[in-house]
């Protein structure tokens, strides 16, 4: 009789090993899940930030050259005023 409940009892212990196993497994997957999840974020912050300062000297260097563009149709324009 003793071996019947030992087997049992292993039986009953490989299911419980397994079951933590599973609580396991779902446990680690969701760690590194929401660890890439950080990780995702903080890299579309970077980029954004990069974009921005690209995209920004950009938008500088077209509202300089419209500045000297209008500084010089002004320019042009009261001259002729001038002469008539």
């Not at 929401?34 to 954004?48: D, E, H, M, N």
Request: charged share 30%; hydrophobic share 45%.
């Amino acid at each position: 009789m003793s071996w019947v409940t030992k087997a049992i009892e292993s039986k009953q212990n490989l299911r419980l090993h397994v079951s933590a196993k599973k609580i396991q497994k779902r446990l680690r997957g969701l760690l590194i899940r929401r660890r890439l999840q950080v990780f995702s974020k903080a890299a579309s912050i970077i980029q954004a930030y990069f974009r921005m300062t690209t995209i920004r000297k950009l938008f500088m260097m077209i509202k300089n050259n419209v500045c000297v563009l209008q500084r010089g149709v002004r320019r042009y324009m009261a001259r002729r005023d001038c002469i008539k």
